[in-house]
């Protein structure tokens, strides 16, 4: 039990990071833009990832509470900093952590000298983590039903969800013409580890109704389920080995397979105006290794003994009753999982023409070059209750020719202060980015609601160099 | 080559979250201090015994019912209550008075404690008794816990006699504070 709590809090503290990934998306100068965005406007020779350093990103979210609020060296009493977050959240609140780990990236023209489609592929490998607040079980474990006779505690606040798994890309994008760019992205996905238990519903409740024999009226009406796939002989006895090179090993190599598609494009509708909208991981997994279902199913009515003084008389056991009424059972169904959907979209105004340093560029599809933008980004993304929403407003720049800076402010359910910084630049051909969100709450990180990172190292070889 | 890049993404993440060092004071010990002290409500015992089940003569009559109770075979609840509180409550619309009893018997049918509660008859009006809360802490606690029946003896001492046309009804109803402290 107590074990139980602290997993539940210490997973609630690493869970932050909403996936919106507003500064990347659409810094065209930077390749693994298009992971965001396979129409993003990209373009090189051919380009590949300094393995495992090319993409590393993580999120952490929490919008009711920072790891202060719960951890904070204060003196006062963890009860009742867990009792004051409890009080303070509702069960919309919700925790996130998502990490990725690109392995190995790379890209290349395809086609001749004048050809504008490319190839991109790659491996990563990504960690999920969703739970909202469990407002109303948590009440009842911190405080019982005493004081709350005639509340329903609703089961359905129990809902989480979590999974290890990798993903083998291979993308295509190509300009259609000077104004349209078109790109679509296929995924396999190999989940070593899912747990999910997002379908729950019923409700534990004592009420006191006059006229009733008893004293109180007490029901649990409980349909509970949780779903795991990769992690059911971690919890036998007879295990002995490392879980996390395990859960590894199934990531990579023996994990649930599934299947997905990103699909974006970019438009212009002058020079300087454009538009580009994307859906990322629309796709499922079919969780179908070593999977085990556990559920909580049925209705239980508890009066107490009862005594009827007569001698034809069962004793009853109330416990035994209990267990009969909703009893634990465990299956083995195969399950599938849909990824969490992502939807991007941007409006960008680009303006302040470059004088460009270089004697001339004679190509002639040379295009102007623009100091500045301005623009809007919007971002959805599919979760178990409603969809998470956030609104970025942007401003890049190129500082020099090979150095661009991109500023966002974003509105979303963790944060309206949320400032975040990127930098990409490129030393000869080593293409070098980071880009930090929050970066207000960088002065002190144990408060911050949310954070995310990324930073990356590519080896590029543009497109001019031919 | 494989197993190099595994055994990398653990560093990796450990350097990437260094990136978050400037931050308050934090105390992770501090998850050792939860401790949940919740306070449930919940049904003990009822019963409704009406006049006519107990036709009788004027004598003193005694019926008695054993209820299995198996509350404290979960460990769980077991080590972890630290008090409990038990209220009664009894009705008697019956014109003969009761005496109530409730035995706790361990798993040889031993009485660990016995109960009794003396209900006056019916004459007119309201019949409602509240019994003193029972409050189990300390060594009446160990005992209770040892408990796996109940015993429910109900002595009907001697008055007017009663027929199948005799009203009234003997109503008990409880119900217990659970008090737990989960660390």
């Given amino acids: ?6 997993i539940l809090m210490l997973s609630l503290q690493f869970v932050c990071f909403s996936q919106n990934r507003q500064l990347l998306y659409n810094f065209t100068s930077i390749p693994q833009s298009s992971l965001v965005n396979p129409g993003a406007d990209v373009s090189y020779k051919y380009y590949f990832g300094i393995p495992v350093l090319s993409g590393i990103s993580a999120n952490v ?20 900093k867990v009792r004051n977050i409890v009080n303070n959240s509702s069960n919309k609140d919700k925790a996130q952590v998502n990490e990725q780990l690109e392995l190995f990236s790379g890209g290349f023209r395809v086609g001749g000298e004048d050809s504008q489609s490319y190839v991109s592929f790659g491996v990563y490998q990504e960690f999920d983590f969703l739970m909202y607040v469990p407002k109303d079980p948590a009440i009842f474990a911190l405080y019982g039903n005493k004081d709350y006779v005639g509340k329903s505690f609703n089961l359905a606040d129990i809902n989480v969800r979590a999974e290890v798994l990798s993903v083998l890309h291979v993308g295509f994008h190509k300009k259609l013409s000077e104004k349209f760019v078109l790109g679509g992205r296929a995924k396999l996905y190999s989940s070593g580890a899912n747990a999910t238990s997002t379908r729950n519903s019923g409700f534990i409740y004592t009420t006191q109704i006059p006229g009733t024999p008893n004293l109180y009226t007490q029901i649990i009406s409980s349909n509970l389920e949780l779903r795991t796939s990769g992690l059911a002989k971690f919890t036998k006895d007879e295990y002995e080995g490392n879980v996390a090179e395990d859960i590894a090993h199934n990531t990579f190599f023996n994990g649930s397979l599934g299947l997905g598609l990103d699909a974006g494009f970019t438009y212009y509708f002058r020079d300087n105006l454009q538009f580009t909208a994307s859906i990322i991981d629309l796709g499922f997994v079919n969780q179908s290794k070593d999977i085990e279902t556990i559920t909580y199913k049925g209705n239980y009515r508890y009066e107490g003994a009862n005594p009827i003084f007569e001698f034809t008389n069962d004793p009853e056991d109330v416990f035994d009753d209990f267990e009969k009424a909703i009893p634990r059972d465990t ?8 990824r969490p959907t992502k939807l991007y979209s941007s409006v960008q105004y680009s303006f302040g023409e470059s004088r460009s340093d270089e004697e001339c560029n004679c ?19 599919t979760m178990p209750n409603e969809p998470f929403i956030a609104f970025t407003a942007f401003y890049r720049r190129s500082i020099f020719e090979k150095l661009d800076f991109k500023a966002t402010y974003t509105l979303d359910s963790y944060s309206s202060k949320n400032i975040g910084l990127g930098l990409s630049g490129t030393i000869g051909k080593v293409n070098i980015y980071a880009l930090v969100d929050n970066v207000l709450e960088y002065r002190d990180v144990s408060k911050a609601n ?16 031919d | 080559m494989k197993a190099n890049i595994l055994n990398r993404i653990p560093k990796i993440l450990v350097f990437a979250f260094l990136f978050f060092s400037c931050s308050s ?23 409704n015994v009406a006049a006519t089940q107990l036709i009788n003569d004027g004598s003193p009559q005694v019926v ?3 209820q299995s109770f198996d509350a404290f075979k979960d460990e ?73 029946k109940l015993k429910f003896i109900v002595a009907m001492e001697s008055g007017p006699p009663l027929d199948e046309h005799s009203k009234g009804n003997l109503k008990f109803r409880s119900s217990a504070n659970v008090y737990m402290v989960i660390e």
Avoid: C, H
């Avoid at chain 1, 299956?331 to 849909?338: A, D, F, V």
């Avoid at chain 2, 009664?88 to 031993?110: C, G």
């Fill in chain 2, 64 to 66: 008695s019912d054993v």
């Fill in chain 1, 363 to 381: 190509k002639a599809s040379a295009k102007k070059r623009y100091l500045n933008a301005i623009g809007g980004q919007m971002f959805a993304m």
């Fill in chain 2, 25 to 47: 004071d934090l105390d992770f010990d501090q998850t050792k201090d939860l401790r949940l002290e919740p306070v449930f409500v919940a049904n003990l015992a009822y019963f």
């Fill in chain 1, 1 to 6: 039990m107590r074990k139980a709590y602290l």
């Fill in chain 1, 331 to 338: 299956l083995y169904n195969k399950y599938t999982t849909w």
């Fill in chain 2, 76 to 148: 769980f609840f077991r080590d972890n209550l630290v008090k409990a509180e038990f209220d009664f409550e009894v009705e008697n619309t019956i014109v003969r008075a009761f005496r109530i009893e409730m035995l706790l018997l361990d798993a040889n049918d031993q009485t660990l404690e016995a109960n009794s509660y003396s209900v006056p008859a019916y004459s007119a009006g309201s019949n409602v008794i509240k019994f003193p809360t029972e409050v189990y802490e300390n060594q009446r606690l160990d005992l209770l816990k040892q408990t796996v």
């Fill in chain 1, 450 to 465: 949310s954070l995310a990172f990324q930073f990356g190292i590519n080896f590029i070889v543009p497109e001019s160099e």
């Fill in chain 1, 61 to 80: 979210g929490s919008s009711s509470f920072s790891a202060y609020d719960l951890f904070a060296n204060n003196g006062v009493d963890f009860n009742d």
